[in-house]
């Protein structure tokens, strides 16, 4: 008795109380076992997404259809996490295309695709100009300066791209979409060359580190990066091992 009384309770709850109850969930695993109990939970988990900023789908199998939901329903989200931690994981571009027309595209300042062998350049090239487009469109401010109209650029600042089979066209959209940009992990994209690799630095002035290990670049192009912008830390294994040298 005292059970079924317990579970009463429980279903009495509306909706935008569960949501914030959802919300205080550390763990993107615990929202997606409470949205499987049932449809009015499922609803509470997804209106949750909406004030979260950082979101991870670390150590889950999603897939493109799942990816894009979630994240189009965070509204307020700053950071997107989305590297394959796992076995099953299965996003390719498009899921990159469904995300792109997510609204917190534009104000996301850290991305992750680590190690997402199902995309390549066509997804990662439209994510980053739709997010460009949509910054503009949601937060562009017509301000009149010099007889001419001023325009927020895309607030991007960590992306990591390591373990993908991008090339350098993909390198070509960054440089020129984001320049704002910090820190890039670009581990083990063997078909990125010189030439994107020049470009990037050569556009992206605020750039302060760059993870090239795996990479099948001639040192002379490291040489020459650190000649472009002498700051620049130049990393030669993976971030995420928490090892890292300057080039030198």
Known sequence: ???????????????????????????????????????????????????????????????????????????????????????GCRITDEGLFKISSAKCIGKLTSISLWGMAGITDS?????????KNMEIKAVAITVLVQNQYWFQKL????????????????????????????????????QV??????????????LESINVGGMRVPLDCFTGLCIISPALQIKSVSQHLNISTQVA
């Open 123 to 131: 997804g990662v090239i439209n994510l980053i100009q739709k997010a």
């Open 1 to 87: 008795m005292a059970k079924m009384e317990t579970e009463a309770e429980i279903e009495r709850l509306p909706i935008d109380l569960l949501a914030y109850t959802f919300f205080l969930l550390p763990s993107f695993r615990d929202l997606a076992l409470a949205s499987g109990v049932c449809k009015k939970w499922r609803w509470a988990a997804l209106e949750s997404l909406a004030g979260r900023k950082r979101l991870s789908f670390a150590d889950q199998r999603m897939d493109d259809e799942s990816t894009a939901r979630l994240v189009c329903a965070a509204d307020k989200l700053k950071e997107l996490n989305i590297s394959r931690s796992c076995w």
């Open 155 to 190: 607030t991007l600042c960590n992306l990591n791209i390591g373990g993908t089979f991008i090339t350098d066209e993909s390198l070509y959209a960054i440089a020129n979409h984001c320049p704002n940009l910090k820190t890039i992990i670009l581990w083990s994209c063997r």
């Open 193 to 206: 060359t010189e030439s994107g690799l020049i470009a990037l630095v050569n556009k992206c002035r605020k």
